[in-house]
């Protein structure tokens, strides 16, 4: 199994794209993100959801606003969490335009974490979505994401941990031609994340660290600042 983690990490973190003069890919972007879950009484279900403002700089330049919800189910004696979700996603143009596209989306989620070791919290998530971008046809997209968290200080994540946040996410495209004599390579993006992360309580964690994302045409940094909020 581990070698098949690490040809999975190798084989996303390898992919490199040319550049498009469009976006100023020297350009710091940042995020500011919000995240939740929390169960439904003694229940297996559950919801968990996500508010992010996405900018081309680090402020004021609309990249996205994505804010997103969804349902989760825990089945009994499986260590997985499954979602149905929504998500609607405001996104920008960069630069001085003010011009705005919408997209609505649907998506299925499995969360499937595990412990390598005392330190080492993995998380594989794998996510389908269903997306209805504007002036463009019904589209699919597949994603794997590989988290891992290390605890720096103490053994787990609990309150006053320090820790360090890893992740890379692979995206795919479920179809090429989107409308209009137009088309999107098989290939959508890579994001790769590194983080210090803070556990303020056992139930929130608040993370600073830089995102880069590459598609097929541009590599672009982003800080991110995050809060993770379990209740």
Known sequence: MKNS???????????????????????????????????????QWGLQGDIQYRNWNLGGDLEQLLIRGGL?????????????GYGNITSGTFGDSDDTSGESRIYQEALLPHKLSERFYLTHRFRYEQRWVEDQDFRTRYRYNLFLNVPLNQKNLNKNAVYLALYNEIFINGEREIGGGRSV???????????????????????????????????KGQIQLSLHHTF
Do not use: C, H
């Open 72 to 84: 989760t189910y825990s089945p009994k004696n499986a260590d997985v969490k499954f979602t149905l």
């Open 5 to 43: 983690l690490l040809s999975a990490i190798l084989f996303s973190l390898l992919i490199s794209f040319s550049a498009n003069a469009q976006i100023d890919e020297d350009q710091t972007g940042a995020w500011y993100m919000y995240f939740w879950n929390t169960n439904l009484g003694e229940s």
């Open 185 to 219: 390579e098989l290939f959508d993006r890579n994001r790769f994340y590194s983080a210090l992360g803070y556990a303020l309580k056992d139930n929130l964690k608040v993370q600073a660290g830089y995102m880069t994302q590459t598609t097929d045409n541009v590599s």
